[in-house]
C-alpha cells in the first residue's frame, strides 16, 4: 500500500532556532499532502494543505511566516517551524493524497514531536 | 460547535466486552465519514469507512444516521489490542480536507 515518510521522527531544538520536517510519499505521487498539528490529548488539528507547485493554503489562524511549508515535487513537502518557541512543541503529522485519488485515499506519516527547549 | 464531536472518555472495559463510540458532526452537506485508530504517539491509521447502510468489518460495525448527523461504531469481543484513541472524521463538503473529532479512548483490561 501507500507509504508516507516523515522524517525527523523526534527533533529538540533551543528557542529560536527553525526546524524542517520532510514528508515523501514513497510510492505515489501526492499533489495534495496536510500538516496537521497535535497537542496531548486533543485532536489533529489542521494547519495547512499544500499542493505541488503552487503556495500553500494556510488555516485560520495559522502563521504562514512562521509554519514555511514548500511542495516542490509531486513526493516531497517540507514544513519548516522558523524561530521556535517552546509554545511551538507539539507533534507534527503529515498526509498525502495520490494524485487522481478518492476521498479515502489519505496515508499519513509517521509524525514528528517537537520539542522546544 | 466543534464540526465532530466525540465524547473522550475513556472507557474501561474488560476483554471480551462490547463497547459503542458516538460521534455528532454539524455539517449535513458532509459526504464521507470515517473511524480512526491512533495509538499513543503514533499516527493515525485508517479503521473503517462508514456508509449509510452500515457495514461490518470482522468484530468492528459502523454505522451512519445522516437525518441525525450521527456515527457510531461498535466493537464486539474486546480485545486488549483494541485500546487505542478512536477517532471520528468527517471530510469537509468540497472533499478537501479531513476534520478530526478529538477521540475517544478505550481502554480494555484483563
Known amino acids: 500500500g501507500a507509504v508516507v515518510s516523515q522524517h525527523p521522527s523526534r527533533v529538540i531544538c533551543k528557542s529560536g532556532t527553525s526546524v524542517k520536517i520532510e514528508c515523501r510519499s514513497l510510492?505515489?505521487?501526492?499533489?495534495?499532502m496536510f500538516w496537521y498539528r497535535q497537542f496531548p490529548k486533543k485532536s489533529l488539528m489542521l494547519m495547512a494543505t499544500s499542493n505541488e507547485g503552487s503556495k500553500a493554503t494556510y488555516e485560520q489562524g495559522v502563521e504562514k511566516d512562521k509554519f514555511l511549508i514548500n511542495h516542490a515535487s509531486l513526493t516531497l513537502s517540507t514544513l519548516t517551524v522558523t524561530s521556535a518557541h517552546p509554545e511551538d512543541s507539539s507533534f507534527y503529522i503529515c498526509s498525502a493524497r495520490e494524485a487522481g485519488g478518492t476521498n479515502y485515499g489519505y496515508t499519513f506519516g509517521s509524525g514528528t514531536r517537537l520539542t522546544v527547549v | 460547535r466543534k464540526e465532530v464531536e466525540q465524547d473522550p472518555g475513556p472507557f474501561n472495559v474488560p476483554e471480551g466486552a462490547t463497547v459503542a463510540f458516538n460521534c455528532t458532526y454539524s455539517n449535513s452537506a458532509s459526504q464521507s465519514f470515517f473511524w480512526y485508530r491512533q495509538d499513543c504517539r503514533k499516527e493515525p491509521k485508517l479503521l473503517m469507512s462508514?456508509?449509510?447502510s452500515g457495514n461490518e468489518d470482522g468484530r468492528f460495525t459502523a454505522q451512519l444516521n445522516r437525518a441525525s448527523q450521527y456515527i457510531s461504531l461498535l466493537i464486539r469481543d474486546s480485545k486488549l489490542s483494541d485500546s487505542a484513541t478512536y477517532l471520528c472524521v468527517v471530510n469537509t463538503v468540497d472533499g478537501n480536507k479531513l476534520v478530526f473529532g478529538a477521540g475517544t479512548i478505550l481502554r480494555v483490561k484483563s
Open positions: 510510492d505515489f505521487q501526492a499533489t495534495t
Open positions: 462508514v456508509y449509510s
